[in-house]
């Protein structure tokens, strides 16, 4: 269980995170989404205690992280898979991090084993490709068997084997009844991964609810009709309450039954070339929720790019 | 003591400290060796086998400054503050463990400084007898480990290898020589300044007749040589103390 009360963090003039509140519950993946620049990284900085909250505080099941006895066993952390010397190999690397919590020196071969690692334990992690170094990273993480796991952007960068790969593993963790926090800038990606959805923009929150809420929330349906009898029909629909706007030889119903449609148009006997449901992108709704508190704008509109060009960062 | 063992693991499972290692003891013992067998004239001394001792410093500073500042380069600061949310006992340990490593150094070029000379100049008096012949070889770890904590706390201020390493080496081979050329104070100034007065400690002689001049020059501060290494002792501590404040208080 994480929980932060009014967490602030500011750097100079700038607010990076104000006055968020949120709770995180064991049992389940947890998604910490925002557009980069967010102030993802700085909160979850905070609840390790690497960074001093401005005002407010986070607790890990009630403590704060610096009031923890050997934290490794309560919270297992991957902020950055690059957080390891690269002349120093995977195993060295995992054996200090075991020795600095007196874990036993099994655990490092039980991680190593657990990611898939153990054939290249002895090499240097500095040759180590992404993937690799992220599943160093999340084999750290492991060490200490914590019940809370903080993952920032897991999935960054990685191939759709690793993706996957990542996604599952999260998914166990959480049926095990560990507390899982994942960030993420991309909302296609937490949809399939989180089960419940902190959303923050410029360091405030937007939401807090279940992944479904939010998506159902965030996505308008539509429907698209195509008729040669164009002007006819939008008369007919805007008579029924529905809300209508054209789109070059279509028109874009909101507010009404993709049935309702078709039954009126039969109705009226006005012919219809094409009647389908248009579900709004996950991508258009997160960017339509975010967009006033993304930080920096590009100077092309963001809505023409799938989320996955955004530029991807920390 | 599970600390030490964290850092002493830290330490010595990537290359660079014993690199550094190897790179002191080479010239250190290799000056001893050039000079016992260059110079027919005069038969070597134990001062003139400690030549090499301030250039194994550097790169002893180097490596001290270096086992903090790749913590901050690659982020595996974070990692340890992580592990061990109390920031001031790893720094603690770290110091502890580089010092250590920096006084075996110290031993190790010292008396194999002078085991050089005697294989050379087999016929050389190179008995360490005298309070000041003692000091002068085994004395080089004391200082060699003081050192090492007052570079490790520069490189945890500073957190970056460049820019700890240049400080290092421009204080302590340009600035403590360079201050006797302020008129007036200048001097005075000088007799003050740690890595002078820890010299005091090595070439100090409380009874010069006994001495070779030819060894390294020796130091203008005015302390006895104990009281030297006191005062450089309590050097390292501030800078320590500095250091392990601002890591507290910044974040990791």
Known sequence: MIEAVGLSKRYGKTLAVDNLSFTVRPGRVTGFLGPNGAGKSTTMRMILGLDAPSGGDVRLDGKKYRELHQPLRTVGALLDAKWVHPNRSARAHLRWLAKSNKLPAKRVDDVLEQVGLTDVANRRAGGFSLGMSQRLGIAAALLGDPEVLLFDEPVNGLDPEGILWIRRFMHRLADEGRTVFVSSHLLSEMALTAQELVVIGRGKLISQCTTEEFVSQATESTVLVRSPQLALLRSAIGQQGATV??????????????????????????????????????EEAFIQLTGDSVEYHAAVTTDALPADLLPAGK | ???????????????????????????????????????????????????????????????????????????????????????????????????????????????????????????????????????????????????AVIAMAVGTLIRHSAGAVSLLLIYTLLVESLVQLIPNVGVDIQKWMPFNVAN?????????????????????????????????????????????????????
């Open chain 1, 245 to 282: 706007r054209d789109e070059g030889e279509s028109l874009v119903v909101s507010g009404m039954e993709i049935a309702d449609i078709g039954e009126l148009a039969a109705a009226k006997g006005i012919p219809l070339h094409e009647l389908s449901p248009q579900r709004g992108s996950l």
């Open chain 2, 1 to 147: 003591m599970t600390l030490l063992a964290v850092e002493r693991i830290k330490l010595f499972t990537t290359r660079s400290p014993l690199w550094c290692a190897l790179a002191a003891v080479g010239v250190v013992v290799g000056f001893a060796a050039l000079i016992a067998g260059v110079d027919t004239d005069q038969a070597p001394s134990i001062a003139t086998t400690q030549f090499g001792v301030n250039f194994g410093l550097m790169i002893v500073m180097v490596m001290a400054a270096l086992a903090i500042t790749t913590e901050y380069r690659f982020g595996t600061i974070k990692a340890t503050f992580q592990a061990i949310p109390n920031r001031s006992s790893t720094l603690v340990a770290k110091a502890t463990v580089v010092a250590l490593f920096a006084g075996l150094i110290g031993e190790v070029v010292a008396f194999g400084s002078v085991a050089i000379a005697k294989l050379i100049k087999s016929n050389a008096s190179l008995g360490i007898d005298t309070a000041y012949e003692w000091r002068a070889v085994a004395g080089v770890g004391l200082v060699y480990a003081l050192s």
């Open chain 2, 200 to 252: 005091k400690f090595l070439t100090g002689d409380p009874d010069p007749t006994n001495r070779f001049l030819d060894g390294p020059p020796p130091s203008n501060a005015t302390l006895s040589p104990w009281w030297a290494l006191a005062y450089f002792a309590a050097f390292a501590v501030v800078m320590l103390s500095v250091a392990l404040f601002t890591a507290n208080k910044r974040d990791a």
